[in-house]
């Protein structure tokens, strides 16, 4: 499921009007309906957290869905693995394509299997 179609469906299931829903997250309701119809990128992290709050939800798990880092969640795998850092800054220096990331991040997903 997609972060615009995930926020449609938890703001019609705590029964909010779109236009209610915007005012409260303190956005314009026609890039509200952008965002749930996929038609924009999901707004910033702080946006984000305050859907979560409204709604109710774990923001985690919107981040998730909208792609979202935040600098303190890269400061604390930095922090905890210095290879993490070593890494990220690889990577920063790369022009990698979009083929190389996707296989990279399919790495990532699975654990080793040696």
């Given at each position: 499921m997609d972060f615009g179609r995930r926020i449609r469906e938890l703001r019609v299931s705590k029964g909010i009007s779109l236009r209610d829903f915007a005012e409260m997250v303190c956005i314009d309701f026609t890039y509200l309906s952008k965002i749930e119809n996929s038609k924009v990128d999901p707004p910033s992290e702080e946006k984000i957290r305050a859907m979560a709050n409204v709604l109710e939800v774990d923001a985690e798990g919107l981040?998730?869905?909208?792609?979202?880092?935040?600098?303190?969640?890269?400061?604390?795998?930095?922090?905890s693995n210095s290879d993490v850092g070593i890494l990220l800054r690889k990577l920063q220096s790369q022009k990698l394509t979009n083929e190389q990331l996707k296989k990279m991040l399919n790495i990532a997903s699975n654990k080793d299997k040696e």
């Open positions: 981040l998730d869905l909208a792609g979202k880092i935040s600098p303190e969640q890269i400061r604390k795998a930095v922090e």
